[in-house]
């Protein structure tokens, strides 16, 4: 491993204290480097403060003047929550930049880099770029798209059912399942299910055993069946967004009155009661909201899967047999082995007895 390797590992490091708190910003780590010894370690912290370089920065002091910086992402060269970062390094007098990726936003782009080289800067870029990108998969897929990334997140047994017969789901996984499945769920702008998860399992979907903010909630309900006294339409915690058919908007008005006296934000979006996933996604990305995590039921996670709108699964396997009960994916038009959804790149950790397999599909 070379020193820049090195020193951009710990920007990775640095950069995910920032998980669950700085969304849609992306992660940034900063690591300052002189005469071969850190003087200063930073990162974003939260959504609309210091970026990771300016928090950096501002540890060092005068020790930057000719120091190295090291950054997973280009610095910034536009105004938005905070000044330009670009600004601060050459203000701090920084001789080096080695950074990880470009940044992906068409305000940066490059223009980080070129206006560090105007002010006589060495800049290096693409260290670890690939890991540095994954660190910031969302976002990438984000700017690049248009679209929020999109995870799902399914808790099975081995023979693939995310309930029994009943209808039952609490609880399939352990507890330490559980709390890394909030520890994903910090990391989403939003967390997604379907009318019957809501009216079955009556969730949260805060985040309760991990760091980070709560998503907002958004459930997708064609025929408006759900009832306002389900917990996820207290929006004291977080905010709600329902999205259901015209009919069911103005068919149920008095359901939408009250809802939006909860302050749920109903959002009538096609004319017959099978929403359109593509359509859900674009006006979430207009609400600004840059990747969901979609935990339920079966058919509304195969819905995505059909419109071929999933980025990444994560599925928590327990060493159960159910022999029946609610299948984990439902496709209404199942495919043959060689035409099969799989999963890319993927990684497994046991959590307690469990597994938790990640990847990303590949669609043929």
């Keep these: 491993m070379s020193t820049a390797e090195k020193y951009m590992n710990r920007c990775f490091e640095l950069a995910l204290k920032g998980y669950g708190f700085v969304s849609p910003n992306p992660l940034v780590g900063c690591v300052i480097v002189k005469n071969g010894h850190v003087v200063a370690e930073g990162y974003h912290k939260r959504f609309g403060g210091p970026h990771a370089e300016v928090n950096a920065l501002s540890s060092a002091g005068r020790k930057a003047r000719g120091a190295t910086l090291y950054v ?21 007098g920084i001789s080096k ?9 068409a305000l940066v782009g490059g223009k980080g880099f070129e206006k560090l080289k105007r002010a006589g800067i060495t800049v290096h870029n693409a260290i670890l770029r690939r890991q540095a990108e994954r660190l910031n998969e969302k976002f ?21 059912r995310l309930a029994d017969y009943r209808g039952t789901s609490k609880w399939i996984t352990s507890e330490a399942s559980r709390r890394e499945a909030h520890q994903i ?10 009318a019957n998860t809501v009216a079955i399992d009556n969730p949260q979907l805060t985040v309760r055993f991990a760091k980070g903010n709560n998503p907002v909630r958004v459930v997708l309900d064609g025929n ?5 006294e389900r917990r996820i339409f207290n929006t004291g915690a977080s905010g709600t967004i329902l999205f259901t058919s015209r009919r069911a908007f ?29 359509r859900v996604l674009r006006q979430l990305s207009v609400l600004g909201i840059s990747s969901v995590l979609v935990e339920g039921g079966s058919r509304t996670i195969s819905a995505f899967l059909s419109a071929r709108h999933v980025n990444k ?6 060493p159960t047999l159910l022999g029946g009960g609610v299948n ?9 082995l060689r035409g099969s959804i799989r999963l890319n790149d993927t990684q497994t950790r046991i959590l307690g007895a469990d597994l938790l397999l990640e990847g990303y599909p590949r669609f043929s």
């Design 97 to 105: 930049v080695i950074a990880g990726s470009r940044d992906p936003n």
């Design 250 to 278: 103005r068919k149920k008005s008095s359901v939408v009155r009250k809802m939006h006296r909860q302050g749920v934000r109903v959002i009538p979006l096609d004319d017959e009661p099978d929403l359109n996933m593509q």
């Design 313 to 318: 699964v994560h599925c928590f396997v327990a």
């Design 328 to 336: 984990s994916f439902f496709l209404k038009n199942p495919r043959s």
């Design 185 to 194: 769920r910090a990391g989403y702008d939003a967390v997604l299910v379907g």
């Design 140 to 160: 990438y897929s984000f700017m690049k798209t248009g679209l929020p990334f999109v995870g799902v997140k399914v808790a099975q047994t081995v023979d693939g």
């Design 224 to 228: 408006l069946n759900v009832t306002p």
């Design 72 to 92: 997973n992402l280009e610095p910034c060269v536009h105004f938005g929550k905070t000044p330009p970062c670009a600004d601060t390094i050459i203000e701090a």
